[in-house]
């Protein structure tokens, strides 16, 4: 079945960066577009970011606008988040999530699968 999963998680000091990987198997990658959610504790998984299946398209949430860049390789079936300027506020599980043939969306049931997500803490 398909799978993607998340590495590159961590502890950081606020202002630090991480930079995520989310390795996908077993779909034809280019044809699916990417997100990255993620989920604080007591609160509602949340859009971080996606980019199109066609790779020209990319969309952030307000919160991390400037400070975050998703990008993917088709030939490495991997897409990233790149993290900058960390805050504490971006404490959180992080997921990625593929959905086939169609744009980008924040709407988590809208995609097709999901990781298992990795965890990002950024102290204060």
């Known amino acids: 079945q398909v799978q993607l999963v998340e590495s590159g998680g961590g502890l950081v000091q606020a202002g630090g960066s991480l930079r995520l990987s989310c390795a996908a198997s077993?779909?034809?990658?280019?044809?699916?577009?990417m997100g990255w959610f993620r989920q604080a504790p007591g609160k509602e998984r949340e859009f971080v970011a996606g980019i199109a299946w066609s790779g020209g398209g990319t969309y952030y949430a307000d919160s991390v606008k400037g400070r975050f860049t998703i990008s993917r390789d088709n030939a490495k079936n991997t897409v990233y988040l790149q993290m900058n300027s960390l805050k504490p506020e971006d404490t959180a599980v992080y997921y990625c999530?593929?959905?086939?043939?169609?744009?980008?969306?924040?709407?988590?049931?809208?995609?097709?699968?999901w990781g298992q997500g990795t965890q990002v803490t950024v102290s204060s």
């Open positions: 077993r779909l034809t990658f280019s044809r699916y577009t």
């Open positions: 999530a593929a959905r086939s043939w169609s744009g980008i969306t924040q709407i988590v049931r809208e995609y097709d699968y």
